[in-house]
């Protein structure tokens, strides 16, 4: 039998106030692609970031190729032939693809041994591209790639590294099903070349395309390991929320009034062109396309972060210009950014200033905020959205990002929002929070206001929305009420003739 190279023998790890995880045993083998799966908070970051040497190792046993291992610190264990990719892509937009790919381990003239050899960088990572069959320059700067290729040199600078275990966190979380196959073809060899490979991902569908073997961890705990294909969706998540959820979409009413914003023939050069679309009170409108259709951007322009050139943005009947997001959130229109981590969140703060943000500017008396308000604020909306924390005191960053999502919506609730702008709103999230933001955004619109919900899942748009507009290369490429809607009639509006 194969041995495994890595062999997680018991571990065990605690934060103050919360067992992270509770006497995990796993073993990854050469040429495998194994999934971890689990809820936002079951276990599974903190289990990569103990291999990955992020957090050391307390309790238990880690085993690399045999061997008992410690490691103090991310570069012993790169050393050691383990890569992570993480979701929040950690490439360096001012620096070329190559020298990403080679940070840290550049090319220099032997004579010197200062100055880098970029002409042999850029040979060496030219190479590493073409092997994984990747279309890349190695001298184009990593700011001018699509989310989509950044991820591929995030690959390609782990296959440099010779790794022999490859962790890949959310790989397809900001990318087109196109590009999601392009990174399949790309894992396919890798597990030819007998590189571990550990996949994690709260894409169903995805899952049981790529995975040979999946993991179901829940509130810190290994509750299962089996070969991927014994198993059935509805079971697999049944393993991990600890209950069957019967149904990820809620039938609401849909009650339509007054048309609350509108948008006429709204431009901006090289993003988008004459968009003009309606969203009435109680209504969801999904936006759907492919990366790079405009679809962000026309959302930074009604929010104000990118001001169009030309059209008109008309709320309640009246033209609005809208030069900035605070602006706009006078306005009670907020933004729900694809990025939380760093466009909707403050994560050094705490959970209650979070919530308050939106609202606090007209809570306060000569400058001082009414700690009574926020206090009660924050706790009456960590209830009603289930947002687990142990206080309202706590910071942000040591939330899942299930939770994370959940605050994010929940300032804008909280401060009477009337227009909800939507950006991939259910990205990173598992199964059971995806559910329960379907609810909130049902909630929201039943009582008044309306949503443009932009989303790279077919399924989330078609199970959400009351219509949906498509766009394809800065433009709307059509219009279906969701009744007509499908994932074939959508792809083909999307998609380039």
């Known amino acids: 039998m194969t041995k495994a190279v890595i062999e997680m023998k018991r571990i ?20 495998n692609v194994h999934v971890l799966v689990g809820e936002n908070g079951a ?45 929040e892509l950690s490439v360096i937009d001012d620096l070329t693809v190559a020298e990403n790919i080679f940070l840290g381990r550049e090319y220099l003239f ?26 890349i320059c190695p001298s184009e700067y990593v700011k001018n790639l699509s989310t989509a290729k950044k991820q591929m040199v995030e690959i390609a600078k782990a296959v440099s590294q010779n790794a022999s275990v490859i962790v890949m966190d959310e790989p397809t979380s900001s990318i087109s099903d196109n590009e999601v196959e392009s990174l399949f073809k790309i894992i396919r060899k890798l597990k030819n070349d007998n590189v571990v490979i550990i996949y994690i991902s709260h894409r169903m569908k995805e899952l049981f395309t790529i995975g040979d073997k999946v993991t179901v961890l829940r509130d810190g705990k290994h509750i299962k390991t089996t070969e991927i294909n014994s198993v059935k969706e509805e079971e697999l998540i049944t393993l991990m929320v600890g209950r069957e959820i019967k149904k990820l979409f809620s039938v609401r009413e849909h009650n339509l009034g007054n048309t609350i914003l509108e948008i006429k023939k709204l431009s901006k050069k090289n993003k988008y062109s004459n968009i003009s679309l309606k969203v009435r009170e109680g209504e969801v409108l999904g936006i759907a396309g492919l990366i790079g259709a405009g679809r962000t951007e026309v959302l930074y322009g009604v929010f104000g972060v990118e001001s169009p050139d030309s059209g008109e943005i008309i709320l309640d009947g009246n033209i609005i210009d809208i030069q900035s997001p605070s602006k706009a959130i006078k306005l009670k229109i907020g933004l729900v950014p694809e990025d939380r981590r760093s466009q909707g969140l403050l994560l050094d703060d705490y959970v209650k200033t979070n919530i308050s943000l939106p609202s606090i500017k007209f809570n306060t008396k000569r400058g001082i905020v009414d700690r009574i308000w926020e206090n009660t604020l924050a706790n009456s909306f960590v209830t009603k959205m289930g947002i687990k924390t142990p206080s309202i005191n706590n910071k942000v960053k ?10 994010v919506l929940a300032k804008w609730m909280a401060s009477n929002t009337r227009v909800l702008l939507l950006d991939e709103p ?28 932009v989303s790279s899942e077919l399924p989330e748009i078609l199970g959400t929305c009351d219509r949906v507009v498509v766009m394809r290369e800065g433009e709307i490429s059509g219009v279906m ?17």
Request: glycine residues 8%; neutral net charge.
């Open 12 to 31: 065990s790890k605690t934060f103050p106030g919360v067992k992270a995880l509770d006497d995990i045993s796993i073993d990854f083998f050469p040429g």
């Open 43 to 87: 276990g599974k970051s903190t289990l990569i970031k103990i291999l990955s040497g992020i957090y050391k190792l307390e309790e238990g046993e880690l085993l690399v190729n045999g061997n008992i291992t410690i490691f103090d610190n991310p570069k012993q264990a790169i050393d050691a032939g383990i890569a992570v990719i993480h979701q």
């Open 110 to 135: 032997k004579k010197s041994n200062m100055l880098i050899n970029k002409e042999k960088m850029n040979k060496k990572a030219e190479s590493v591209l073409t092997s994984l069959s990747m279309k």
């Open 398 to 407: 040591n939330l899942s990002g299930g939770n994370q999502q959940k605050i």
């Open 426 to 453: 259910t990205r990173g999230v598992d199964v059971k929070a995806k559910a329960e933001i379907y609810e909130l955004i049902n909630e929201f619109v039943s009582n008044g206001g309306c949503v443009i919900m």
């Open 481 to 497: 009420d969701i009744k007509e809607a499908s994932e074939e009639g959508l792809m083909k509006l999307a998609s380039i003739n």
